[in-house]
């Protein structure tokens, strides 16, 4: 006795299963686009300076000109700042107190290479160098960045 015995399977639309595949791929794929542009951070608020300043009377022989002028970009939240400094572009970490900021430059060493000191009320500013044993003083003006 030969007997053909049809197994009974559940129909199976394969046509709305491969549909809701492609849409998932669809969707998985605009997700991961989507993930990989890059998100625009806000800027917070920054503070542009032009100072202009001249090194204190005891400051030895110098080769160059004795008034110097640096760019300064001060964040006002107190993250980092950034100073141009006769074409050398330097960050600094910023400490706000008041209207009187203090961006501090380090070397690759941790030590301190200069320590910039702005007085927002009267515009002084001040440029120490400790390994140099130099002082810069003069005034700055509010530039457009």
């Keep these: 006795m030969n007997t053909n015995k049809q197994i009974s399977s559940p129909h199976i639309n394969h046509q709305s ?4 595949f492609n849409t998932f791929r669809v969707i998985l794929i605009f997700l991961t686009g989507v993930s990989l542009i890059p998100i625009q951070t806000t800027k917070s608020d920054e503070l542009f300076l032009k100072c202009t300043g001249k090194f204190e009377i005891n400051r030895g022989e110098l080769i160059k000109p004795d008034w110097e002028t640096s760019y300064l970009t001060i964040n006002l939240h107190g993250l980092k700042s950034y100073i141009d400094d006769n ?8 400490m706000i107190k ?16 200069t320590k910039y000191k702005i007085d927002g009320i009267h515009g002084n500013y001040l440029v120490d160098y400790p390994q140099q044993n130099r002082t810069l003083i003069g005034t700055c003006q509010k530039g457009r960045g």
Excluded: P
Aim: no cysteine; net charge positive; proline share 0%.
């Design 17 to 20: 299963t491969t549909s809701f």
């Design 87 to 94: 074409g050398i572009k330097k960050t600094g970490m910023t």
């Design 98 to 113: 008041r209207e009187k900021y203090t961006i501090t430059h380090r070397d690759n060493s941790n030590r301190i290479s």
